[in-house]
């Protein structure tokens, strides 16, 4: 195989390396320390995860569980976009995180983005952060 043979591909290469580096195609999903579906938390202490995370928003108590519910909206900036004549309103949204606590650990964690339940999870994880240290 010669050079020149290679020579026409070469830009086209590099765009195509340039495009995946810029849009994050080739990297795929990005989970946090938390993980994409918090599998970090999974066997945290309940009051360990209370001081990491704060006040769960609701609390249901059974005699062998408990679930914490937490719910994290999205920045204001996130749901609104510059245009050439002004801003323009984005859809709400935000992540319901549901716990489940066994024996006093995390032993389920379900988190729910809405309106969309297949959009990014990054509310919900950032609920948790402190709990990743």
């Known amino acids: 195989m010669s050079t020149a043979s290679i020579k026409p591909w070469g ?5 195509l390396l340039g495009i995946c580096a810029l849009s994050d195609g080739c990297v795929g999903l990005r989970a946090g320390p938390i993980g994409v579906n918090g599998q970090a938390l ?3 202490t309940e009051e360990r995860l209370r001081t990491c995370a704060g006040a769960p928003l609701r609390e249901v108590s059974q005699p062998a569980s408990t679930l914490l519910v937490y719910y994290r909206e999205a920045a ?3 749901e609104s976009f510059g245009g050439s004549k002004g801003s323009k309103r984005g859809y709400h949204h935000g992540c319901w995180t549901t ?7 995390v032993t389920g964690v379900e988190f729910r983005p809405v309106p969309d339940p297949d959009a990014d999870s990054h509310e919900c994880q ?4 402190a709990c990743a240290s």
């Open 42 to 44: 999974i066997g945290l």
């Open 99 to 105: 716990i489940l606590v066994e024996e006093s650990r």
């Open 76 to 78: 204001m900036f996130e």
């Open 126 to 129: 950032e609920i948790f952060v």
């Open 11 to 15: 830009p086209l290469l590099f765009g």
